[in-house]
T-cell receptor, first 116, second 114 residues
Framework: GAGVSQSPSNKVTEKGKDVELRCDPI?????LYWYRQSLGQGLEFLIY????????KSGLPSDRFSAERTGGSVSTLTIQRTQQEDSAVYLC??????????????FGPGTRLTVL | KNQVEQSPQSLIILEGKNCTLQ??????????LRWYKQDTGRGPVSLTI?????NTKSNGRYTATLDADTKQSSLHITASQLSDSASYIC?????????????FGKGTHLIIQP
């Protein structure tokens, strides 16, 4: 079946512009994560959605970052007034429902964001 | 503090050779440990998962070990192939669920040369 998809695959923007990154999780997956991966760094957690619960936004680096998940499926990560330090690969992952903690995460291919 | 340290940071080996990647962690209470493979330009893909009671698990040419006492894991790759060139990420889960229960290592960048 289809995996996690993300769009666009690449985004180049000018400093100060807003960008929207989209994630389509695997159908039926209840949890959705956003991560940021900078060159040579590990994955940095941004935000986590689990079912109908309030999202865990504890990883968002500033109030310029926000995310929403509509209908428990598609998610959009918005970065306002982009800065050069926002340049990174933004990865989305989803996990299936289940009682086992931290089920396997299925990652999308990422969106490479470049802020000029 | 919950941390995952991976070594080496990068590694270059010749095709056909074996190699071992290391992962040390301080995550507590421990739930499970996963190794992910991330090809260039792609998202990470799970290779193995290990729980507290497991000390060895294989997936083809990949063999992961876990020593829960010393909080160390290794990923051994046998008879390396060019397609093994990737970053390998160790992820440790803490019981309790939630996104903050996951701690990621920075990965080992492996290059297989012909």
């Amino acid at each position: 079946g289809a995996g996690v998809s993300q769009s666009p695959s690449n985004k180049v923007t000018e400093k100060g512009k807003d960008v929207e990154l989209r994630c389509d999780p695997i159908s039926g997956h209840t949890a959705l994560y956003w991560y940021r991966q900078s060159l040579g760094q590990g994955l940095e957690f941004l935000i986590y959605f689990q079912g109908n619960s309030a999202p865990d936004k504890s990883g968002l680096p500033s109030d310029r970052f926000s995310a929403e998940r509509t209908g428990g499926s598609v998610s959009t990560l918005t970065i306002q007034r982009t800065q050069q330090e926002d340049s990174a690969v933004y990865l989305c992952a989803s996990t299936p429902p289940g009682i086992r903690p931290h089920n396997e995460q299925f990652f999308g291919p990422g969106t490479r964001l470049t802020v000029l | 503090k919950n941390q995952v340290e991976q070594s080496p940071q990068s590694l270059i080996i010749l095709e056909g050779k074996n190699c071992t990647l290391q992962c040390n962690y301080t995550v507590s209470p421990f739930s499970n440990l996963r190794w992910y493979k991330q090809d260039t330009g792609r998202g990470p893909v799970s290779l193995t998962i290990m729980t507290f009671s497991e000390n060895t698990k294989s997936n083809g040419r990949y063999t992961a070990t876990l020593d829960a006492d010393t909080k160390q894991s290794s990923l051994h790759i046998t008879a390396s192939q060019l397609s093994d060139s990737a970053s390998y990420i160790c992820v440790v889960s803490r019981t309790g669920g939630g996104a903050d229960g996951l701690t990621f290592g920075k990965g080992t960048h492996l290059i297989i040369q012909p």
